[in-house]
C-alpha cells in the first residue's frame, strides 16, 4: 500500500466540526479550544500493572503518576499485547500488529511495513511537530525508522533494549549499559552523559521547550524497567531494605510465591520506576511553567505486564502471557481544556483505540479507506452514544502464531484462552468470565459448550485474516545503498533464519533487504577472534562473494569493492572454517558508488 495514499487519506476537519457541533459539549467535557492539543504519550518497558502506589503496591513510590491518575481519565481494563514490539506496532497504528508485518520481538519479525501511518505521520498531516525518545522497536534501519514515520526529532537506542545484542553501541558496555549510553540522534551515532531514562527525559523536555508556541506530539518511550535492570545507586537505595512480598497477608486476591531472586529483581524494578516517576515529574513541571498544561492531553501507559515475578494484583499471568497479568495494564488520560479528571471507565479499551482516540480528538477525520483495528474512545469519554462490545485478539508465540497455543479472543464480559493443540476439543479450551473473575481462576468452560464454540469461531475467523495479512504474506525490507542511510548496519535484532537468533557465533542468519545497484564496501563484526585460513562467505541470492582471511585473531572482516546489483534477496554472511560457520555480530555495508 502507498505511503503517500495512505497519509493523505486523513483530512484535516476540525473547523468543520466546530461550524457543525459535533464538538458540543456533554456532561463531562469543561472546556473547548479551538487549538488542536498538543501530544505527548509517555510508555514504560515491562511495568506491570501493579508497579504503581495507586494500583495498589504498598512498596513502590510512584507519587508523581498516582497524582496524575488520579487527574485523569482512568482506564481500568485496558489491554495490549503480551510482548513489547506488538503493542508498539499496536499503538502507533491502531491496527493489529500482525497487519503491521510485526510478529516477534527479534527473529527479524520487529520490523514494521513502511506502509503503516503511524500516529506521527497522522499529526504531522495536522501540522504538528513530532519527536520520539527512547524505544521503537518497529525498525533499525531505512524504512522503518522513527524519522521514516513520520517523526522529525528522534533520539532512540536500537532493537527491543538497551544492552541486548540488537543495540551494539550499548552491547559491550555490559553492566553499564544504561549509563553514559552511545544513541542515535536522527540517523547519527551520538554519546550522551547520564542515566537512560534521565537523558531521554531531558531530550523530551528540550523538544517541548522547543515547539511551545506549535502543535507537538512526544513520544516518551522509557525502555526502563526492561531487563538488565540497571539504576543510579540512589534510587536503589530506596528500596535496598524492602520485602516486596510482604504487606500481603491478609489480602484474598491469589499470588505467586516469590524467591529471592525475584524480590532483589523487584526492589531494583522499583527502583527504576520510582526514576521514571522522577523524571515525569519533571515533565509535568515543564507544561505547567510554559502555560501549556491545560492543553496538553498526556496518555501514560505501559507495554506489558512484568518480565519477573511480583505484585501484579493478584492476577494471572505475566508478560508473554495472554492472561490478565500480561494484557492488563495502566492507562491514564488526561486533558484539561475538554475532559473532566479523576473518572473511571470499566469497558474494554485496547492499545488499537489511541490512535482512532488522537484522530477525533485532534480533529483529523479518516477517509473510508482507513482500515483501523481500533476505536475511538472519546465516546466512552463523553458518555454518548452506544459502546457495543467487540472482540478483542491476544497472541504471543515466537516468529508466527501457533494456532491455539497462548491465544485468547475476549469480549465482554467473557474471555477464551487457548492453550492446547490444534486438533483440541472444545474441552481443551479455558472460559472465564472476567466481570467476575478478573484473577481467571474459575474455568467455565465445560458447563458452557456452546459459548466456547461460539468464541472458538470468532477466534478461528480473526486468526484466519490476521494471518493472511499482506505484511506477513510479504514482510517487509532493509533498504540497503540508498541516500536515506548509507552506511547502513544489519544487526542481530533484524536478522532472521534459525529461531531464536540472539549472541550464539554458530547460527544461520539472514537479513532480508532491497539491494541499490553499486559497489560497496562490507564490514562484518564478529565477537571472537578469528582463526586465519576461514573464507569469509556472502551470499545475496545466486550472487556469491567469498574471500580469505589471512589475519589471526581478526574480530573484523572488510570486503572492499563489492559490486552488487539492484535485487531484493535474502543477505546470507557467515565465516566457513573447521566445520562451523559463524554468523557475524553486525553487518556495515556502505554504497561507494
Given amino acids: 500500500m502507498n505511503k503517500k495514499k495512505n497519509v493523505n487519506r486523513y483530512r484535516t476537519v476540525l473547523g468543520y466540526l466546530m461550524v457543525i457541533g459535533l464538538l458540543s459539549l456533554p456532561l463531562n467535557v469543561v472546556g473547548q479550544e479551538s487549538e488542536r492539543p498538543n501530544v505527548i504519550i509517555i510508555i514504560t518497558d515491562d511495568q506491570g500493572y501493579g508497579d504503581l502506589g495507586v494500583t495498589g503496591n504498598p512498596h ?18 485496558f489491554y495490549v499485547s503480551p510482548v513489547c514490539a506488538p503493542t508498539r506496532a499496536s499503538l502507533m497504528t491502531g491496527r493489529y500488529s500482525l497487519r503491521t508485518g510485526i510478529r516477534d520481538t527479534y527473529n527479524g519479525g520487529a ?30 534501519n531505512y524504512p522503518s525508522r522513527p524519522q521514516d514515520q513520520g517523526f522529525d526529532e528522534v533520539v532512540m537506542h536500537l532493537s527491543g533494549g538497551m544492552g541486548q545484542v540488537g543495540d551494539f553501541t550499548t552491547y559491550f558496555q555490559g553492566n553499564r549499559s544504561y549509563f553514559d549510553p552511545v544513541l542515535w540522534h536522527n540517523g547519527t551515532r551520538q554519546k550522551y552523559q547520564g542515566y537512560c531514562s534521565d ?31 540497571q539504576v543510579p545507586e540512589q534510587y536503589y537505595q530506596l528500596y535496598s531494605q524492602v520485602d516486596p512480598a510482604a504487606g500481603f497477608e491478609d489480602d484474598p486476591r491469589p499470588f ?38 491545560e492543553n496538553t492531553l498526556i496518555i501514560f501507559m505501559t507495554d506489558n505486564g512484568p518480565q519477573q515475578v511480583r505484585y501484579v494484583a493478584g492476577m494471572k499471568g505475566r508478560k508473554g502471557s495472554v492472561h490478565n497479568g500480561g494484557v492488563r495494564v495502566p492507562f491514564y488520560l488526561k486533558y484539561p481544556a475538554r475532559l473532566k479528571g479523576n473518572s473511571d471507565i470499566a469497558t474494554a479499551a485496547a492499545h488499537i483505540d489511541v490512535l482512532p482516540t488522537l484522530a477525533e480528538i485532534c480533529g483529523i477525520e479518516p477517509t473510508e479507506d482507513n482500515q483501523w483495528d481500533g476505536r475511538s474512545l472519546v465516546p466512552l469519554m463523553e458518555e454518548k452514544g452506544d459502546w457495543a462490545p467487540r472482540p478483542l485478539f491476544f497472541y504471543w508465540t515466537r516468529k508466527y502464531p501457533v494456532r491455539y497455543r497462548n491465544m485468547a479472543l475476549q469480549k465482554e464480559p467473557y474471555k477464551l484462552v487457548a492453550q492446547t493443540d490444534f486438533d483440541a476439543s472444545l474441552n481443551g479450551f ?16 465445560v458447563e458452557n459448550t456452546p459459548l466456547v464454540k461460539t468464541y472458538k469461531d470468532q477466534m478461528d475467523a480473526l486468526y484466519q485474516e490476521l494471518i493472511r495479512s499482506d505484511n506477513l504474506l510479504d514482510p517487509p525490507r532493509i533498504f540497503v545503498g540508498t541516500d536515506h542511510e548509507n552506511p547502513i548496519f544489519l544487526n542481530r535484532n ?55 582471511n589471512k589475519i589471526e585473531g581478526a574480530d573484523l572482516i572488510e570486503m572492499k569493492n563489492v559490486s552488487l546489483p539492484k535485487m531484493d534477496c535474502d543477505l546470507i554472511p557467515f565465516y566457513a572454517i573447521d566445520g562451523k560457520r559463524i554468523l557475524p555480530f553486525w553487518v556495515e555495508m556502505e554504497r561507494i558508488q
Fill in 199 to 229: 537523558i531521554f527525559t531531558e531530550e523530551a523536555i528540550r523538544f517541548i521547550e522547543k515547539n511551545k508556541s506549535g502543535s507537538f506530539f512526544c513520544y516518551l518511550s522509557f525502555n526502563a524497567p526492561h531487563t538488565p535492570l
Fill in 430 to 445: 479455558e472460559l472465564y468470565d472476567i466481570a467476575q473473575d478478573p484473577y481467571e481462576q474459575n474455568n467455565l468452560a
Fill in 111 to 140: 520490523i514494521m511495513a513502511p506502509s503503516e501511518v503511524t500516529i506521527a505521520e497522522m499529526l504531522k498531516t495536522a501540522n504538528y511537530t513530532t519527536g520520539i525518545f527512547g524505544k521503537w522497536h518497529l525498525g533499525d
Fill in 494 to 548: 533484524d536478522a532472521s533464519g534459525d529461531r531464536g537468533i540472539w549472541a550464539q557465533d554458530e547460527v544461520f542468519g539472514k537479513w532480508r533487504i532491497r539491494l541499490e545497484q553499486g559497489q560497496y564496501n562490507i564490514r562484518f563484526k564478529f565477537t571472537k577472534p578469528l582463526k586465519k585460513g576461514g573464507k569469509m562467505m556472502l551470499e545475496t541470492s545466486a550472487l556469491v562473494n567469498t574471500m580469505e
Fill in 60 to 77: 513502590v513510590k510512584t507519587p508523581t503518576l498516582d497524582a496524575l491518575a488520579k487527574e485523569s481519565v482512568r482506564f481500568n481494563n
Fill in 256 to 293: 505467586v510465591e516469590m524467591t529471592e531472586q525475584d524480590k532483589e529483581d523487584a526492589r531494583r524494578v522499583y527502583a527504576m520506576v520510582t526514576n521514571i516517576d522522577d523524571n515525569i515529574e519533571k515533565i509535568v513541571q515543564k507544561l505547567k511553567d510554559l502555560n501549556i498544561e
